[in-house]
């Protein structure tokens, strides 16, 4: 029998009868799944597409990763027929992407080129957590300044004067002690 030709039973009249009511069963659950809201380019009517997990069908968004997989590269399945393909123009298209990148940041004037560095340092991608968490860091880091930069500010009391100036006093000794001891270290056996 040639490849893609149907066989006997599948060109028997049960056959068809079966793959007719898969066909039916299908199409009714079709009407009831959730469909892709985009605006289509053909007339601007929603795409009706049936939507993937994130309610856009895969044209129009539905397989772009979310959480730490965001901006990250989704390499084909290894065990796609096409797998290879998919994988040599996937490649192909990223490094086009990095060198129109690398055009783009080339062309900036240094203020331009500042400001977009500014905001990848303060746009990481990543998992919702981490932003929330790193987000949190540099708003205790923010306050801990401002805090610390007021304290001084602040002129420092007498007393306050006159324990730094003793703490400053030990330390000093210290060393000197410290230095002392060093230089009296025996060195070799015959120290
Ligand atoms: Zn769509």
Redesign the pocket.
């Known amino acids: 029998m040639k490849k893609g030709q149907p066989n006997s039973w599948q060109r028997s009249a049960q056959w068809r009868e079966i793959s007719r009511a898969a066909i039916r069963r299908w199409n009714a659950k079709r009407a009831s799944l959730p469909k892709?809201g985009?605006r289509?380019k053909r007339d601007g009517e929603p795409?009706?597409?049936l939507?993937m997990a994130n309610g856009?069908?895969r044209?129009?968004g539905?397989r772009t990763p979310r959480g730490d997989q965001y901006r990250q590269i989704q390499w084909p399945n290894g065990s796609a027929p096409d797998a290879e393909r998919k994988l040599a123009a996937k490649l192909k298209r990223a490094e086009r992407n990095r060198r129109a990148k690398e055009r783009r940041l080339a062309a900036m004037t240094p203020e331009k080129r500042a400001a977009h560095e500014k905001w990848q340092r303060d746009h990481k991608p990543g998992p919702a957590a981490d932003r929330v968490r790193r987000r949190a860091n540099l708003k205790a880091a923010a306050e801990f300044r401002a805090i610390s930069e007021r304290a001084d500010a602040r002129p420092l009391s007498p007393e306050l004067l006159a324990l730094q100036a003793e703490r400053e006093r030990i330390e000093a000794e210290r060393d000197r002690v410290l230095r002392q001891i060093e230089n009296n270290k025996p060195v070799g056996v015959f120290g």
Do not use: S
């Open positions: 892709c985009a289509r795409c009706l597409n939507a856009k069908c044209c129009h539905g």
